[in-house]
Nanobody, 124 residues
């Protein structure tokens, strides 16, 4: 079992930056592929970024590629999402998720563990 708690959300102006953190409990965190997803009002939850257990493999949604960076520190049981050049369309609740899948995966259905989410609001 893995429990996930996100932090770092908030209100920022367009062009600004935020860094989200996701703290995980459980000794097996280092074996889990981790991902970030987001859900805007009235829309389905969508993939943002994923990182393999080793940190060697990352994938990004096209909409955030070049602006967002996912990373992890297995010694601290934490995964991060650095978000730069934020746009109003990035406004959403951001969720951290974990899967025992060996490979980094964009598929939301692969993720069994979810945090409660943290709100990110980007003003124009």
């Amino acid at each position: 079992q893995v429990q996930l708690v996100e932090s770092g959300g908030g209100l920022v102006q367009a062009g600004g930056s935020l860094r989200l953190s996701c703290a995980a409990s459980g000794r097996t965190f280092s074996r889990y592929t981790m991902g970030w997803f987001r859900q805007a009002p009235g829309k389905e939850r969508e993939f943002v970024a994923t990182i393999s257990w080793s940190g060697r493999t990352t994938y990004y949604a096209d909409s955030v590629k070049g602006r967002f960076t996912i990373s992890r520190d297995n010694a601290k049981n934490t995964v991060y999402l650095q978000m730069n050049s934020l746009k109003p369309e990035d406004t959403a609740v951001y969720y951290c998720a974990g899967t025992s899948s060996t490979w980094a995966t964009r598929d939301i259905n692969d993720y069994a563990y979810w945090g409660q989410g943290t709100q990110v609001t980007v003003s124009s």
